[in-house]
């Protein structure tokens, strides 16, 4: 019997060892979000203001992007202002920070990555291209796998992601849900929601 | 009243001197090979390892960082633990499979102790699995906990199963805590604890539809769904191919019973091919004796004779209604046996010489376990009056012809004798070499108990006590 005590205890303190460990602040994630979305605010004409501090960004994420929106360009926060660049110089100036669409013609492609977000069959976190003020692709970077999931996760690919998916035609995150997967689909719009928030 | 030898060296091996007819056995020419405890702890890291491994597909499939919400986290520990509840749960069926390997690395005794302490965790971690997950998902979606198991036992496939396994098993450990445990009827509390084969079976589909890690075919999946068979394999093969291999091959019958005291029999029984069954004094089987009344129990007893080849014996003090009924066996009987198991052997020495202390019927393993010893050992055999001192003259006869020292002490545990014989100093005083044997407990529990606290304070570690217990 103590050594069952002891067995207990031991799995009790390593599951919460385990835990923590895996939940200690994704530094390196949330630090990746930030460089894409910091040259949003100038070039977005359209901006709609109330979003941007808004960003209800679960956690570190939103706190630290919101200092450094306003510490880096204090105009931005006035949506009218965007206009004036001039964004021809501007693409130089970006293209490192999005060196996968160069291909893109338009100068202000981007890529914006949402937070992520856990539901019980796994974690969620989608990409959107941003193009001027249009999304014009979305890419679900972690949906659940294995088993059923899989299934659920190819139906809400098949629906929301690509160029000419529900989310580019729609240019918002209020997706028709996808049957059989309502958690992923809920999670695939928070993410896209706030994906949305970060890039306009 | 206390009887020693000394002298009788040298006539030792072979030839041995028949006494009394049938109840003198041959000496076996040498005491049997060492097995020591490194198999016990060779499996022991095995299973450790093979839990880290079982949380390992965990661990490499969730991104570091990822647990940013309550819900996560409390989701994340509720799968640890059902990873760790699954994997518990197939060693402890493991641990009763009676796997002859296992039987031989771990034996009964210590198999015994490991199911009870992991039986104990196992519950324990289940229950964690279940209220964790509950609490996850309730809050991920918002609801109460009580809504929360309306949604699983509704909309999930195999949830009700889970959820009836965990039910199965709260009650089987609950029917294990010791006092509810004596209260119960043997064969109820059996029955109970048997339907515990249930839970692998009800356990086993959620495991695979909502499993987060073993959703996914791949290796994972597989490895898991291996270790099941393997598993399952091992319950047959012990506790079906081999008994039933074992009894064909050796074909016991009941030779003859006799009475050794007023309230004590003797079983005799033959087979074929005797000579080759590899059985050590000590170790007991699981007899079931094929008769109206009894076929339908299976008892544990030790042989009480070390193999001779030509017969096998229990000796059995008649307690109850199955004991009872053990005296009207007619010769002929088929017998169905299971084992040989357990460690109370004198291959698992770890010294040279022994001190052996047998409380009343309690001498039975320790009688067969002399003719194996290496010469030197010390007898002690408590009684509480003449007439329960069983086997007296085979004992006699092995002390001369085991070069052992044998001491009766008869008398109720509260005499001055045997009281002050118990103590670490009256021990020291017989045994003065007493802390470099090997100590063999068998009796009632409180002589067991009261020996060990002597013992232990006459300075015996403890990996030099064994304990005969059959008790699961």
Aim: with cysteine; aromatic share 6%; proline share 7%.
């Amino acid at each position: 019997m103590r050594r069952a005590l002891l067995a207990i205890t031991g799995l009790a303190a390593s599951t919460t060892a385990l835990v923590v460990f895996k939940g200690s602040p994704g530094a390196t994630q949330v630090a990746q979000n930030l460089p894409t979305a910091q040259p949003v605010n100038p070039t977005a004409p359209g901006a709609d203001p109330s979003a941007d501090p808004a960003a209800p960004g679960t956690d570190p994420a939103g706190e630290v992007a919101t200092p450094s929106k306003t510490a880096d360009a204090p105009v931005s926060p006035k949506p009218g202002k965007t206009t004036a660049r001039p964004s021809g110089t501007k693409t130089t100036t970006k293209a490192p920070s999005t060196p996968r669409t160069t291909k893109a013609p338009q100068p202000t492609t981007r890529r914006v990555t949402g937070n992520g977000f856990d539901n019980e069959y796994g974690y969620v976190q989608v990409q959107i291209v941003v193009s001027g003020n249009r999304i014009v692709e979305a890419v679900a970077l972690s949906l659940p796998s294995g088993g059923e999931s899989d299934i659920h996760s190819g139906d809400v690919r098949d629906r929301y992601d690509g160029s000419g998916g529900e989310v580019v035609q729609k240019q918002n995150a209020n997706l028709n849900t996808v049957s059989g997967a309502t958690e992923t689909s809920n999670s695939y719009k928070q993410s896209l929601r706030s994906a949305i928030e970060q890039a306009f | 009243m206390t009887y020693s030898h000394t002298h009788a060296a040298g006539r030792r091996t072979g030839t041995s001197s028949r006494h009394g007819g049938r109840s003198a056995a041959p000496v076996p020419p040498q005491s049997p090979a060492r097995r020591g405890p490194g198999g016990r702890r060779l499996l022991g890291v095995l299973l450790l390892v093979g839990l880290l491994a079982s949380v390992l597909p965990w661990w490499l499939g969730t991104p570091a960082g990822s647990l940013r919400t309550p819900a996560a986290t409390v989701t994340a520990a509720g799968r640890i633990t059902g990873l760790v509840a699954g994997y518990l749960l197939l060693v402890q069926v493991l641990m009763m499979s009676r796997l002859p390997v296992l039987e031989r690395w771990i034996g009964g005794e210590h198999t015994a102790r490991w199911h009870r302490d992991i039986g104990a965790t196992l519950l324990v971690t289940v229950l964690a699995h279940m209220s964790l997950i509950l609490v996850g998902y309730a809050d991920l979606r918002n609801q109460s906990i009580l809504a929360e198991v309306g949604t699983l036992l509704g909309d999930y496939e195999d949830m009700v199963s889970a959820f009836v396994a965990t039910g199965i098993m709260v009650l089987v450990g609950f029917t294990s805590i010791r006092a509810i445990r004596r209260a119960l009827p043997y064969e109820l509390w059996h029955l109970l604890h048997l339907s515990s084969y249930l839970i692998l079976l009800l356990g086993f589909g959620h495991q695979f539809t909502h499993g987060a890690q073993l959703y996914k075919p791949g290796p994972v999946r597989t490895g898991w769904i291996a270790l099941y068979v393997l598993v399952v394999a091992a319950v047959l093969w012990g506790r079906v191919i081999a008994p039933l291999a074992f009894n064909l091959r050796y074909k016991l019958r009941v030779a003859d019973v006799v009475a050794e005291s007023t309230d004590t029999i003797s079983i005799y029984l033959t087979g074929e091919r005797l000579g080759r069954l590899a059985m050590l004094g000590g170790q007991h089987f699981r007899w079931r004796f094929l008769t109206r009344g009894c076929w339908w129990q299976s008892h544990p007893f030790s042989v009480s004779a070390a193999a001779n080849g030509r017969w096998l014996r229990i000796t059995v003090k008649v307690v109850g209604t199955h004991t009872a009924d053990l005296r009207d066996l007619d010769p002929g009987t088929r017998v169905w046996a299971e084992g040989p198991s357990g460690t109370f052997t004198a291959a698992h020495r770890l010294r040279e010489r022994a001190l052996l202390i047998a409380g009343g019927s309690g001498i039975t393993p320790i009688r067969a376990m002399l003719e194996e010893l290496p010469p030197g050992a010390a007898l002690i055999y408590r009684a509480r009056t003449p007439a329960d001192v069983l086997l007296s003259r085979e004992l006699d006869w092995l002390a001369q012809e085991r070069d052992t020292s044998l001491w009766y002490v008869i008398g109720s545990r509260d005499d001055p004798g045997p009281r002050q014989l118990m103590s670490p100093d009256g021990l020291r005083q017989l045994v003065p070499d007493v802390a470099r044997r090997d100590v063999y407990l068998c009796g009632p529990p409180g002589l067991v108990e009261q020996s060990v606290r002597a013992l232990r304070r006459a300075g015996v570690p403890r990996r030099q006590i064994h304990l005969a217990t059959f008790e699961l």
